[in-house]
């Protein structure tokens, strides 16, 4: 079983950006493809980007596209989601997952998930 913590989370004006985190441990995290999903109120989670194992693939919503960037370091065993321009509407809780199988935009295709950070966005 793989446990996934967030960090990183936090209130930023509009136009503003943060940096989530996702460090792993008890499995071999280099070998499994990574999600940030999102929810904010009363709405359904969301994908927001994926990456393939090596970081070399990765894969991202409309809505975030070339503002936000998922990277990660298999030494470290940390997944980050760097994020720009944030907007009123990124206000969500933000997670992270982690695959065996494909990388996937649907939250079924993940077998684990953090607990979740907090991202507000002011305007």
């Known amino acids: 079983q793989v446990q996934l913590v967030e960090s990183g989370g936090g209130s930023v004006q509009a136009g503003g950006s943060l940096r989530l985190s996702c460090a792993a441990s008890g499995r071999t995290f280099s070998n499994n493809n990574m999600g940030w999903f999102r929810q904010a109120p009363g709405k359904e989670r969301e994908f927001v980007a994926a990456s393939g194992w090596s970081g070399g693939y990765t894969r991202y919503a409309d809505s975030v596209k070339g503002r936000f960037t998922i990277s990660r370091d298999n030494a470290k065993n940390t997944v980050y989601l760097q994020m720009n321009s944030l907007k009123p509407e990124d206000t969500a809780v933000y997670y992270c997952?982690?695959?065996?199988?494909?990388?996937?935009?649907?939250?079924?295709?993940?077998?684990?998930w953090g607990q979740g950070t907090q991202v507000t966005v002011s305007s």
């Open positions: 997952a982690l695959t065996s199988g494909l990388v996937t935009m649907d939250p079924a295709g993940f077998d684990s």
